[in-house]
């Protein structure tokens, strides 16, 4: 199958939502009608002249619901191991046991990174680590036998546990696929867990190579989500834009989260995360999702989500992150003093007194919030154990941090 950068087609410069017709839709969906599916894609394909009304629609709609607010968490990021399965075309974080750069934490290493975080004010450690290294590497088995470790969701599940018992950050794990008995374990360490649905579209060829990416089959993403759902475990999940999808992708996708969120009320944020190119992955040659793109998926997204969290990370928007909030979004995401983004590393994260300036310029108050959103703290506190502690320590009336 050829991964030549044939991946969307552009949108048609010829208006498919007319300022005539445009009105009434968006009328509708502030007086609480749903937007539908075929709607919400002329959206996402809207002409330049529409899109100023498209964007003070989704802001009206972000108001609404989270009025004069932006949130985001101070966190570290502890890439477990960057060991995995799974060979996806647009991935930079990913090694072969033997490849420059190929390495899996030690405890130490772990315990090291929290406890600098901790100095910094952070309250979030978040774990990136391959899908299910073992499987495929004798290497890594022969690592985890080392440490004592039967898997590496083992090996997760004791750091999560030492990091929450030795310092006062929260985990929040993003393992990849699980097992509801997975999640369940998880829960008892992490107030929150994360999985990136990334698309519904089961054709992304050169994102997801036949035969070489078993963990993104969008339908066993979907079944993850829903057992945290059952589980009553905070979920954040999302979308990512620009690897191969259709606009009637992204609109099923999203659906497809939404509706989750209805049955479980469980998916405490919706990320929408642009590709980014990067030299040494093999989708190196394929175009970015421009600005455009991105205000129109991000306003999209708050027009069908509504009152749901939806975030853009910043730090993957070049030259004004900050125009991202005319789209509607409430949430910039985890931000470290410390640690880079280890997936994105080309890419630095703002300065938090700039991200503050910008944020306010935009006439929005910057809040910081913990891995878990407020909404889904006092859940959270009922599971007991030494993570409710941590979080009635941490959090105050509102499920916010408390002021130090």
């Not at 699980?178 to 050169?206: D, H, V």
């Not at 905070?234 to 969120?261: N, Q, Y």
């Not at 990320?271 to 991000?298: C, H």
Request: hydrophobic share 40%; aromatic share 6%; charged share 25%.
């Amino acid at each position: 199958m050829s991964s030549s950068p044939t991946f969307i087609a552009p949108r048609n410069r010829v208006a498919d939502v007319s300022a005539d017709y445009l009105p009434a839709h968006l009328r509708a969906v502030h007086d609480g009608a749903e937007l539908g599916p075929d709607v919400a894609v002329r959206l996402l394909r809207c002409d330049d002249d529409v899109l100023p009304e498209v964007l003070a629609a989704a802001r009206a709609l972000k108001e609404q619901y989270h009025p004069g607010i932006v949130t985001y968490s101070r966190k570290v990021f502890i890439p477990l191991t960057n060991l995995c399965r799974d060979y996806c075309g647009y991935c930079t974080y990913r090694r072969d046991p033997g490849d420059v750069g190929a390495h899996t934490m030690t405890p130490d290493e772990v315990l090291s990174v929290a406890k600098q975080g901790e100095k910094l004010g952070c309250t979030e450690a978040l774990f990136s680590l391959g899908d299910r290294p073992e499987a495929l590497f004798p290497e890594m088995r022969q690592t985890l036998r080392r440490m004592g470790y039967r898997s590496t969701l083992h090996y997760l599940e004791d750091m999560c546990e030492l990091v929450l018992r030795e310092t006062p950050l929260l985990p929040h794990a993003n393992p990849g696929l699980l097992s509801a008995n997975w999640i369940g374990r998880l829960r008892a360490s992490n107030p929150s867990l994360g999985l990136m649905l990334e698309s519904t579209s089961a054709k992304l060829f050169a994102a997801h190579p036949a035969g070489r990416a078993p963990d993104k089959v969008p339908a066993l993403r979907l079944r993850t989500i829903e057992d945290a759902g059952k589980l009553g475990v905070p979920f954040t999940t999302g979308i990512l834009i620009g690897i191969g999808e259709t606009m009637e992708d992204r609109v099923a996708s999203l659906l497809a989260i939404k509706r989750l969120h209805q049955q479980y009320g469980h998916v405490q944020e919706v990320i929408i995360q642009n590709f980014r190119v990067k030299s040494r992955i093999p989708m190196a040659a394929w175009p970015e999702p421009d600005i455009g793109d991105m205000l129109r998926t991000l306003a999209v997204a708050r027009l069908l989500l509504r009152d749901m969290n939806i975030q853009a990370p910043p730090n993957l928007t070049d030259n004004g992150y900050e125009r991202l909030l005319q789209a509607g979004i409430n949430d910039w995401g985890g931000v470290s003093p410390l640690t880079p983004d280890y997936i994105n590393p080309e890419a630095p994260w703002p300065h938090l007194l700039e991200l503050q300036r910008r944020t306010e310029a935009a006439g929005q108050n910057l809040v910081q919030r913990l891995p878990v959103y407020p909404e889904f703290v006092a859940d959270v506190v009922k599971r007991g154990g030494l993570l409710a502690e941590r979080l009635q320590t941490l959090s105050d009336h509102d499920g916010y941090p408390r002021a130090a």
